[in-house]
């Protein structure tokens, strides 16, 4: 009898050891999955955050390129004010303005031809979209010139732009369009 109770013993700790470590187990195991779970979230979250932001910036490019095809191109014009909401605040030197269509009309009325280059957008701690840019143009009346300045963008969640500043080194830049609606 003491080997069947020594054996029934063995065999209840046996049951009983197994059963504290799948418990533990199971425990490090839910813990471990909650961790992956959260490392997996963080990283779906930066993968998403890291399309959208590659998006809006491939749109700000765009940007650029549809304002300098849009003067000749009825298409690129089209293109280019459907990057901005109706009601996106434009601001030229500290002079704002609601909708972008309206100064894209006042501006070739000044400028015959103009090309855009531009450093990468950069995304910045509030949100928003900065770069460098230099363009060279030619006025209505024909005189050539070149300009430098920052744009900073704001991009809603549908991808368009809601908010542009325009902030040239020559603050009288675009005096002419600042009663331009």
Known sequence: MTNSATATTGNHNHTNVPSITN????????????VEANITGRAANAATDTLLETAA???LNNYFRLFDASRTDERA??????????DAEIVLNGSSRTGFEGFM???????????????????QPDG?????WAVCGQAADGTVYAKAGIDIAR???A???VYLENVQADENAFSKYKNER
């Open 155 to 157: 991009v809603n969640e």
């Open 159 to 161: 991808g368009q732009i």
């Open 57 to 59: 910036i491939t749109m």
């Open 128 to 132: 928003s979209y900065q770069t460098n």
């Open 23 to 34: 418990t533990t187990s199971t425990t490090n195991t839910s813990n471990a999955e909650s």
């Open 77 to 86: 014009m089209q293109d280019l004010l459907s990057l901005f909401t109706q």
């Open 105 to 123: 009309k006042a501006f070739y009325e000044y400028n015959q031809d103009i090309k855009h280059m531009w450093d990468a957008w950069v995304l």
